[in-house]
């Protein structure tokens, strides 16, 4: 017993290290973010990205929501390493993070990274991290749609590797406890998860993803917890005829990222489930409360939070390297 009783006191305390230098190695790779880091090396780097961002995004405002999406979808997969924006080599065996099914199909806004990448390398070739480029431009998304912007640090590096295996992002029907476990296990608090749900007051998803709400057991049926008059009007948006097309995530704001969306929550007026079931849990119930009424301390949770997303397992100094291009390794 005194045998078994110390193998398993040896392993607590094995694992108990293992956190610990996992924690420092992120902690001194976070330290060597900074903000302005490309101030004497590319001084206009920042701008390009701003120019370019705007540029599109007035065109059309949707581009916002499809580029703070991926940058939201790269972070939580390895971290902030750009890995999201390889893509798949032909022949080769391993697939990349873009094909797999939380993504495939559904990437909105790759190509204006590839367009500001391709106006800084012209401007300071092997310099800035396409990364850093997509951190930058989730900033100034937010700033065109949502009136408010943040101080990023950079000097993100960009990964050699995407494998579609490791893509484990929360899902639309995930309940409060599943989504708590995976912000909390990457590092952000729970109330960073609520602070960042706020972006679905933005873009459009598939009406495919309403169907399991609005028509169960045979059609016959809609989930209790919609509100009525909000699942008439996705109905007719989304008929179980024509699943195939695309609904606006908040029907009261569409293009603009402010705090509406808690609002919806309270009202059981929002598509997925992952949504609703913020008004679950007693705590993120209460942040939801305090959103909805407060445009300002969710602006300002927002952005810390958005600051600590980009600073998840990151590369830096001679970790990784600056691509060239942003879909192929160098």
């Given at each position: 017993?005194?045998?078994?009783?110390?193998?398993?006191?040896?392993?607590?305390?094995?694992?108990?290290?293992?956190?610990?230098?996992?924690?420092?190695?992120?902690?001194?790779?976070?330290?060597?973010?900074?903000?302005?880091?490309?101030?004497?090396?590319?001084?206009?780097?920042?701008?390009?990205?701003?120019?370019?961002?705007?540029?599109?995004?007035?065109?059309?405002?949707?581009?916002?929501?499809?580029?703070?999406?991926?940058?939201?979808?790269?972070?939580?997969?390895?971290?902030?390493?750009?890995?999201?924006?390889?893509?798949?080599?032909?022949?080769?065996e391993l697939e990349s993070e873009q094909d797999a099914?939380?993504?495939?199909?559904?990437?909105?806004?790759?190509?204006?990274?590839?367009?500001?990448?391709?106006?800084?390398?012209?401007?300071?070739?092997?310099?800035?991290?396409?990364?850093?480029?997509?951190?930058?431009?989730?900033?100034?998304?937010?700033?065109i749609v949502g009136g408010f912007s943040y101080a990023?640090?950079?000097?993100?590096?960009?990964?050699?590797?995407?494998?579609?295996?490791?893509?484990?992002?929360?899902?639309?029907?995930?309940?409060?406890?599943?989504?708590?476990?995976?912000?909390?296990?990457?590092?952000?608090?729970?109330?960073?998860?609520?602070?960042?749900?706020g972006a679905h007051s933005i873009g459009r998803t598939?009406?495919?993803?309403?169907?399991?709400?609005?028509?169960?057991?045979?059609?016959?049926?809609?989930?209790?917890?919609?509100?009525?008059?909000?699942?008439?009007?996705?109905?007719?948006?989304?008929?179980?005829?024509?699943?195939?097309?695309?609904?606006?995530?908040?029907?009261?704001?569409?293009?603009?990222?402010?705090?509406?969306?808690?609002?919806?929550?309270?009202?059981?007026?929002?598509?997925?489930?992952?949504?609703?079931?913020?008004?679950?849990?007693?705590?993120?119930?209460?942040?939801?409360?305090?959103?909805?009424?407060?445009?300002?301390?969710?602006?300002?949770?927002?952005?810390?939070?958005?600051?600590?997303?980009?600073?998840?397992?990151?590369?830096?100094?001679?970790?990784?390297?600056?691509?060239?291009?942003?879909?192929?390794?160098?």
């Open positions: 017993m005194m045998k078994m009783y110390w193998v398993v006191t040896w392993f607590m305390k094995l694992c108990m290290l293992c956190m610990l230098l996992m924690t420092l190695d992120t902690t001194e790779a976070q330290k060597q973010l900074k903000l302005g880091f490309y101030k004497t090396t590319c001084p206009a780097a920042e701008k390009i990205v701003r120019d370019t961002v705007n540029k599109a995004v007035t065109a059309n405002p949707g581009m916002a929501a499809g580029i703070i999406r991926l940058y939201f979808h790269d972070c939580f997969v390895r971290g902030c390493d750009a890995s999201l924006l390889l893509k798949t080599v032909p022949g080769s099914g939380a993504n495939a199909g559904t990437l909105r806004g790759l190509e204006i990274i590839d367009q500001a990448k391709a106006k800084i390398e012209a401007a300071c070739p092997k310099t800035v991290s396409c990364a850093d480029i997509l951190a930058f431009a989730a900033r100034d998304s937010t700033t990023i640090p950079s000097g993100r590096r960009d990964g050699r590797i995407s494998n579609i295996s490791e893509v484990d992002l929360p899902s639309p029907d995930s309940d409060v406890n599943t989504l708590k476990k995976a912000f909390v296990a990457k590092g952000l608090s729970v109330g960073d998860m609520v602070a960042l749900s598939g009406c495919n993803f309403a169907t399991q709400r609005l028509y169960f057991f045979n059609g016959s049926h809609t989930d209790p917890s919609l509100d009525p008059k909000y699942a008439a009007a996705l109905k007719k948006k989304c008929p179980k005829s024509r699943i195939s097309g695309t609904v606006d995530l908040d029907l009261v704001t569409p293009d603009r990222l402010d705090n509406q969306y808690y609002s919806n929550v309270k009202q059981h007026k929002v598509m997925f489930s992952s949504d609703q079931t913020l008004v679950d849990s007693k705590f993120t119930a209460a942040l939801v409360t305090k959103y909805s009424s407060n445009l300002a301390a969710w602006r300002n949770d927002f952005s810390a939070a958005m600051i600590r997303l980009g600073s998840l397992e990151v590369l830096t100094g001679t970790k990784g390297e600056i691509r060239k291009k942003c879909w192929v390794r160098n």
